[in-house]
Structure formats: C-alpha cells, structure tokens
C-alpha cells in the first residue's frame, strides 16, 4: 500500500519541475497530471443521486463512499510503481479539500503558486510563439483583441481564475495544514525549498542534483498543447521577471495589486 501524496495549485508554477526533483529519490514517485481526484467526482453524483443510496441510511452510504474512495487511492500506483511514496499531481485537488481532510485528516497537501503576473505573462509568451493554435476561450470580436482582455479572460476563466479562487479557499480555511511552495523560490534557492518541504513531509533528507534534473514525468503534452507544455529544463535556473515588458507596466501593476496576497502565502 502506497503512501500518498497531493500536489496542486496554479498553472505555470513550476509544479512538473517539482515533480521531477522529488522523482530524482528512488524512494518517490511523482505523477504527470493525474484524473484520480476526476474517478471520485461521478461517485460523489452518484452518492447523492442514485435510489439505491438513498434506500440506504445515509450516514452508511457515506461511509462506503469513503472507504471505497480511500481504498482506490491508495491502490491506485500498485502497478504503476515500486516506489513506496507517491506524489499524485491534480489540479482539481484544489477544489476538494474538505473531502480529501475528510478521508485522510493528517493527508500532505503541496500547493505551487507564483507571482500572477508571472503566469499571465508565461501564457502570453507561449500564445505569442504558437499563434496558429485555437484557444478555447478566443473569441476575436469580444475579448482576445488586447493584451488587457486576454489576461482579463485567463484570470476569470477555468485556465486561470478557478485555480486562483481555489487557492484563496485553499488559503482561508486549510493554511494550517497545506505546504506552499513559490515557483520563484524553488527555482532561486532550490536546495532550501526542497529542504523545507523535506520537513513539512518528514521525510529524510535526500541530495538533490538541481544542475541535472531529468524528466521522469510522462505527459502527452497534445491535449493541453500549447499552454500545457511539460517538459522541463535539465538545470534549475531563476524565474525571469519579463511581465513589464510582455504586459506593460500598467497592466502588470494592476495583475499586482489585486492578487499580491498569493506572494504573501
């Protein structure tokens, strides 16, 4: 039986170079993006829907809901890996915090986030190198002719601004029992980040090699191509700070100001 890990949080925040740093232990597993969160939401439906729950006393039907979803977690790597400690990465377990508590009190939530004008601007970036590719949220006539509307879609939308108010639910009620991580530190002081999560975990210490981090995550990058590109770099290297140039100053300043408590996580 595995033990099991979660990380989630925002996009374009460094969480497969996380990965593929805890995946350089051999005591580790880390996942690529992970559905497993995504097998228990049509159970809860059917919790709440079907007549033979409710023929049952539902204190019972809840109960066998959490036994048989704590039973598929923790079975879920058995033939995926040897490795004793698995990180499951899902954005969606952001969402569901109360019921991942509810199944497992004591359960290590990690959380990536970055500066918000960091992300915006690495989308922007990508959008620019790959304009050929349809996004699902373009529409030229309203709100993708601009800079300003783009980011203003991202940040409103399910590519962005769920995870975001997310992260805000995540941050009110569960601080206490979650791990921030900073895109902007894992990728500056690596070695005390990693340290630091080490002992949120407590786990061993194990010495990474943060100037050769292969890729041991296996996405298929084309259902989220081009903004879902996973592939790292072998050397962790400091986040470049390019929003003033790529959004402009105002617009920058503005992403700041309004979501400036993330960096204070």
């Known amino acids: 039986m595995k033990q099991v ?12 170079l996380l990965c593929n740093i805890l995946a350089q232990n051999p005591k580790f597993h880390s996942s690529a993006s992970s559905g497993l969160i995504d097998l228990i939401y049509p159970a809860r439906k059917n919790l ?11 204190k019972d039907a809840e109960s066998m809901f959490l036994d048989w979803a ?10 995926l890996t040897d490795r004793p400690v698995v990180f499951d990465k899902g954005r ?11 199944m497992f009190p004591d359960a290590k939530v990690i959380i990536p986030v970055r500066d918000v004008r960091g992300i915006v601007t690495s989308i922007e970036k990508i959008r620019r190198k ?19 509307k783009r980011a203003q879609s991202w940040l409103s939308g399910p590519k962005v601004g769920i995870t975001i108010e997310r992260l805000f639910e995540a941050a009110t009620r569960f601080k206490d029992k979650i791990h921030f991580i900073h895109a902007e530190q894992l990728c500056k002081k690596p070695k005390q980040t990693m340290q630091n999560l ?6 061993d210490w194990f010495e990474h090699d943060f100037d050769n981090v292969e890729q041991y995550t296996s996405e298929h ?16 290297k400091p986040l470049k700070e390019e929003w003033n140039d790529v959004l402009g ?10 979501f400036s408590w993330i960096n204070a996580l």
Not at 5 to 16: A, D, L, M, Q, V
Not at 92 to 102: A, K, P, V
Not at 198 to 203: G, I, S
């Open 5 to 16: 890990h979660y990380i989630t949080g925002t996009p374009r925040s460094c969480s497969t």
């Open 92 to 102: 969606s377990w952001n969402g569901y915090l109360d019921l991942l508590f509810q």
């Open 48 to 58: 709440s829907e079907l007549g033979e729950f409710k023929a049952m006393d539902p």
């Open 70 to 79: 704590r039973g598929g977690i923790f079975h879920a790597y058995d033939n």
């Open 130 to 148: 790959h304009p050929a590719y349809f996004a699902a949220e373009e529409n030229p006539a309203t709100n993708y002719t601009t800079i300003e």
């Open 221 to 236: 990058d084309g259902v989220w191509w081009p903004v879902g590109n996973h592939m790292i770099q072998n050397k962790v």
């Open 249 to 258: 100053q105002n617009l920058a300043e503005a992403i700041n100001q309004k």
């Open 198 to 203: 080490y002992n949120y975990l407590e786990e």
